[in-house]
């Protein structure tokens, strides 16, 4: 397996694994809106919208390689709604379903660290979760993430992890 960042030469691989993955997420969380896959296709999958992640230079666009195929998605960067010059966001880990329980997630989050080690001012990791999504609450706990329960906003749970 290979992380390396995105380019707009991976965009049609970003949009097939985001649309096997939502599907699966929606299953697992039991969302029962049936245009939950579609609108989040449009607006955050979009080639445009992918575009402007990639160029994006306060967030990092990250994949996952297997045989030259993306199994794995990690964009984390400065806090959408948030100021704190100490703290960086995920805002979205993906990992093809076919992909799971294979260390990728993890090899995610610790690239996530590395980088974020060399800029001393940096000193946590944020991160949004369902409190529907027991698998994902208890991958992020695995690695030291916690739940904060005073940051929880519209309805989802906030975990850190303090580098």
């Given at each position: 397996?290979?992380?390396?960042k995105?380019?707009?030469?991976?965009?049609?691989?970003?949009?097939?694994?985001?649309?096997?993955?939502?599907?699966?997420?929606?299953?697992?969380?039991?969302?029962?809106?049936?245009?939950?896959?579609?609108?989040?296709?449009?607006?955050?999958?979009?080639?445009?919208?992918?575009?402007r992640?990639?160029?994006?230079?306060?967030?990092?666009?990250?994949?996952?390689?297997?045989?030259?195929?993306?199994?794995?998605?990690?964009?984390?960067?400065?806090?959408?709604?948030?100021?704190?010059?100490?703290?960086?966001?995920?805002?979205?880990?993906?990992?093809?379903?076919?992909?799971?329980?294979?260390?990728?997630?993890?090899?995610?989050?610790?690239?996530?660290?590395?980088?974020?080690?060399?800029d001393?001012?940096?000193?946590?990791?944020?991160?949004?979760?369902?409190?529907?999504?027991?698998?994902?609450?208890?991958?992020?706990?695995?690695?030291?993430?916690?739940?904060?329960?005073?940051?929880?906003?519209?309805?989802?749970?906030?975990?850190?992890?303090?580098?």
């Amino acid at each position: 397996m290979m992380i390396r960042k995105a380019s707009e030469n991976d965009i049609e691989g970003i949009r097939a694994l985001a649309q096997a993955t939502l599907r699966q997420t929606m299953a697992a969380t039991k969302i029962e809106n049936p245009n939950y896959v579609d609108r989040m296709m449009e607006r955050i999958y979009s080639e445009e919208s992918l575009r402007r992640s990639i160029a994006n230079d306060s967030t990092t666009l990250l994949l996952a390689e297997v045989d030259e195929k993306i199994v794995g998605l990690c964009q984390f960067g400065s806090p959408l709604m948030d100021d704190c010059e100490d703290l960086k966001e995920i805002h979205r880990l993906l990992v093809h379903p076919d992909y799971y329980r294979r260390g990728i997630g993890t090899q995610f989050i610790e690239t996530v660290e590395d980088d974020l080690s060399e800029d001393a001012d940096i000193a946590r990791i944020s991160v949004y979760v369902s409190p529907s999504d027991m698998a994902r609450i208890r991958f992020y706990a695995t690695l030291g993430f916690h739940h904060e329960m005073t940051e929880d906003k519209d309805g989802e749970w906030y975990m850190e992890l303090d580098l």
